[in-house]
């Protein structure tokens, strides 16, 4: 038998209030050379610590995902080739892509095409040389309505430093434009 973060209580001494522990656990039966059984080899692993780290990884991930998802700024992750791997539900809205659509969408093509050049070449040198940018463009969205975007945003990289691709938040600029004008 072979048991994988099985939740164990352990009283250290007698008295005392047992503590909750987890223990990765292996049987084995033991036979003598006959095939009798004559024992069970037993080992115990204590995983407590590897499941309290995942366990917190676990609830910071959903932490961010509610932020994230409930933020009003338009949030975006992109891979290391430009594409989209993430955008939060304003943004979404903003494009009128549904939750699973993300992967076939093309961002793209729903910038203008006079901000195309202003937008993808500082992009790709962003990308190139892994570090962030601010820039704005106008962004066509789902109604069909131009809007100016500021976009900020940063590199991300992995625990051992790969570059993962880039991070950002869009801000809808549209109006603080027109009163500027």
């Given at each position: ?96 892509v549904g939750p699973g659509g993300i ?46 975007l500021r976009s900020d945003a940063q ?27």
């Open positions: 038998f072979v048991g994988r973060d099985l939740p164990a209580r352990l009283q250290r001494t007698p008295g005392a209030v047992p503590e909750e522990r987890w223990v990765d656990f292996v049987y084995q039966p033991i036979f003598a050379a006959d095939g009798t059984p004559v024992g069970i080899f037993v080992e115990g692993h204590d995983t407590t610590d590897q499941k309290r780290a995942q366990d917190a990884l676990r609830e910071s991930e959903e932490r961010f995902r509610l932020v994230a998802e409930n933020a009003p700024a338009m949030l975006w992750m992109g891979d290391t080739e430009g594409r989209c791997i993430y955008v939060n539900r304003a943004q979404r809205d903003f494009w009128g992967a076939d969408f093309d961002w793209n093509a729903t910038l203008h095409p006079e901000d195309r050049e202003a937008l993808i070449g500082p992009f790709g040198r962003a990308l190139e040389e892994q570090t962030g940018f601010l820039l704005e463009a106008r962004y066509r969205r789902a109604d069909g309505e131009w809007r100016m590199a991300r990289f992995g625990a051992g430093g790969a570059f993962l691709g880039m991070i950002g938040v869009n801000v809808d600029i549209t109006d603080a434009r027109r009163a500027e004008d």
